[in-house]
């Protein structure tokens, strides 16, 4: 019998553009969230979709792969903001001229 792998999601907090996503997102507001294996942290990300809730406590992350597995991610709001302002790369700054 060949045991079945299945790969588990994580957000992507290395992308400046998802973490400002995902702090900016409003309650109730669906916004795309950049996913990737949880083994294969430089992998290409996978797009998903993120959703906070309408009373703005919750926020969750529902993935679809190529084969058509589904997972689903759920975290408190307030702690998913903080982990993205933590983990957020800085942003490079031009020089000016």
């Known amino acids: 019998m060949t045991p079945s792998y299945s790969l588990t999601y994580v957000i992507n907090f290395r992308d400046s553009s998802n ?9 109730g507001e669906e916004t795309l969230v950049l996913v990737h294996p949880e083994q294969e ?3 290409d990300p996978l797009g998903a979709k993120g959703t906070r809730s309408q009373d703005g406590a919750l ?5 679809t792969t190529a084969d058509g597995t589904h997972q689903s991610l759920e975290w408190e709001y307030q702690l998913l903001q903080l982990v993205s302002q933590v983990l957020q790369p ?8």
């Open 41 to 43: 942290p430089l992998a």
């Open 59 to 63: 926020f969750v992350v529902e993935i």
């Open 90 to 97: 800085p942003q490079v700054l031009q020089p000016r001229p």
């Open 19 to 27: 973490c400002s996503r995902i702090q900016n997102a409003q309650p």
